[in-house]
C-alpha cells in the first residue's frame, strides 16, 4: 500500500504536474478562491490517450514504412497528438481560470515540473543512442547532436510533446488574457483560430520550394506550438465554459460518440481510396492534411463523452476507479519509458512474426511494451530522483500497513 496513491485529474496542467485538487478549503483560505471539483474522467481520457500512443509506435515499429494495413490503422490513432494539446489547454484553464497568475510563479512551477524532465531524458535517450551504434561519433559532434536534440525535441521520437508542452506554458499567461478579453465572443475567437489552423494545414501539405536552414527548419514544425494552436485553445475554451460543456454533453454525447464512429470510417475509407489510387501509404496517412481536423475535433469530444459517462458511474474505492487512479499516476513516466521498453523488444519482432503472424506480432509486442514500461514507471516513482525524471514526489510504501495486514490475517 502506498501514501500517494491519488490521481491527478482537472488541475493537472499536463501529465507531470503532482498538485493534489481536492483539499477542502479551510478557515485561513477562506479568502482565496475554491478549487474546482475534482475531474476524473480527465484521469481516463490521459489514460486512454496514452495506450493509444503506445498502440501507435508498437505498430509503426512492427510493420514496413509503406505497409498499407499498419498506415491504415496508425492514422486512426495519430489522433492523439491533437487529443494531449487539447487536454493541456483544458487542464490549464481549468485550474487557473479563477485564480490570479502570477507569469514568473507560473513559469517557475511548470518549467521545474516538466523541463528538469525532459532535460534529464533527452540526456539519457542520447546516451542510449550512443550505446546503440553510435561510439565512433566524435566527442564534439556528439555534443553538438545534444544540444540539437535538446533544442528540437529531437532525443527520442516522444520527445518533441514536451518541447511543445512548455511552449504552451510559455504562452499560457498571453492565452489567459486573450479569454479574458474576448470573454462573450470565444466562438469566434475559436472560429478565426479554426481558419488559422485550416491556412497552415494547407500550407503544410503543399510546401513552398525551401533549400538548406529554411528546409530543416520546415521539416521540424511539429515541434512548434503552431500546428497545435486550435486543438490547445479547443480545450481552453470547453474548460471556460464547463458547465457548459457538460450541459452539451449530456444532451449531446450519444451524438459526438456517434459522429467519432462515421468519420473514423470516412477517414479510413478516404486513406484506402488514396492509397488505391497511387498515393504512399505515408502520405496518405499524414495526420497534417486538412480533413483530417474533423475526425480529430470529433474523436476528442466522443472520447471525453464516454469519460464522462463513466465518471457519473464511477464509484469511490472500486477495483476500477483505483485502477485508473493509479494508471493516471503512472501515465507520464509511462510515456517517457514506453520507447526503451519498445527498443529492448524489438530484436525480437521480426522472429514473432514467422510463426504469429505481423498482426498478432503487434497484439503480443503490445502487451509486453504496456508491462515492462509499467514495471519501469513503477520502479521510477519510487527512486529518490523521482520529482527529477517524472514530475511527481516519489512513491513512499508505508511497511507498517502491510504488516498490520500480515498481523490481522
Known amino acids: 500500500m502506498t501514501q500517494d496513491d491519488r490521481g491527478i485529474g482537472a488541475t493537472v496542467a499536463t501529465v ?25 474522467q480527465i484521469d481516463l ?19 514496413g514504412p509503406e505497409d498499407v494495413v499498419s498506415n491504415g ?8 497528438r491533437e487529443a494531449f494539446f487539447a487536454l493541456t489547454g483544458f487542464v490549464l484553464i481549468y485550474q487557473y481560470m479563477n485564480r490570479p497568475v502570477s507569469a514568473v510563479a507560473f513559469w517557475r512551477r511548470r518549467f521545474t515540473l516538466i523541463g528538469i524532465p525532459y532535460l534529464a531524458w533527452s540526456v539519457f535517450y542520447w546516451l542510449y543512442s550512443i550505446y546503440l551504434g553510435n561510439w565512433s561519433e566524435p566527442v564534439g559532434r556528439a555534443l553538438w547532436r545534444l544540444v540539437f536534440e535538446v533544442a528540437t525535441g529531437q532525443a527520442w521520437y ?29 466562438r469566434w475567437v475559436l472560429a478565426v483560430s479554426a481558419v488559422l489552423q485550416l ?27 503552431f500546428p497545435y494552436q486550435f486543438y490547445i485553445l479547443l480545450g481552453a475554451v470547453a474548460a471556460w465554459h ?19 464512429v462515421v468519420t473514423t470510417v470516412l477517414t479510413e475509407l478516404d486513406y484506402l481510396r488514396s492509397t488505391h489510387l497511387g498515393m504512399p501509404p505515408s502520405t496518405a496517412s499524414d495526420i497534417f492534411l486538412p480533413h483530417m481536423m474533423v475526425f480529430f475535433i470529433l474523436t476528442i469530444a466522443g472520447q471525453y463523452a464516454l469519460c464522462t459517462w463513466w465518471n457519473a458511474r464511477r464509484k469511490d474505492g472500486s477495483f476500477v476507479a483505483r485502477a485508473v487512479t493509479w494508471g493516471s499516476d503512472r501515465s507520464f513516466a509511462v510515456f517517457l519509458l514506453h520507447p526503451l521498453a519498445l527498443q529492448l523488444i ?24 504496456v508491462a515492462i514500461s509499467l514495471i519501469l514507471a513503477e520502479f521510477v516513482r519510487r527512486i529518490p530522483g523521482s520529482m527529477w525524471l517524472t514530475g511527481r514526489p516519489m512513491v513512499r510504501t508505508d511497511f507498517s500497513l ?4 500480515f498481523r490481522a490475517e
Open 402 to 405: 502491510i504488516t498490520q495486514r
Open 346 to 369: 524489438a530484436p525480437y519482432i521480426i522472429p514473432m512474426q514467422h510463426p504469429l503472424g505481423i498482426y498478432w506480432t503487434m497484439a503480443v509486442v503490445y502487451i509486453w511494451v
Open 73 to 80: 490503422l496508425q492514422v486512426l490513432l495519430h489522433f492523439t
Open 242 to 260: 464547463f458547465e457548459t460543456l457538460q450541459r452539451i454533453v449530456r444532451r449531446f454525447g450519444v451524438w459526438f460518440v456517434v459522429g467519432a
Open 158 to 186: 516522444q520527445m518533441y510533446f514536451l518541447l511543445v508542452s512548455m511552449q504552451v506554458y510559455l504562452l499560457f499567461p498571453l492565452l489567459m488574457k486573450l479569454l479574458r478579453a474576448t470573454e462573450g465572443h470565444h
Open 199 to 225: 491556412g497552415f494545414l494547407y500550407w503544410w501539405v503543399n510546401p513552398p520550394t525551401l533549400s538548406g536552414t529554411a528546409a530543416s527548419l520546415w521539416v521540424h514544425l511539429y515541434v512548434w506550438v
Open 16 to 40: 507531470a504536474d503532482p498538485e493534489p485538487t481536492r483539499a477542502e478549503p479551510s478557515p485561513q483560505s477562506a479568502t482565496k478562491p475554491a478549487k474546482r471539483p475534482y475531474l476524473y
Open 45 to 63: 481520457f490521459r489514460i486512454l490517450t496514452f495506450a493509444c500512443v503506445i498502440m501507435v509506435h508498437v505498430v509503426s515499429g512492427s510493420a
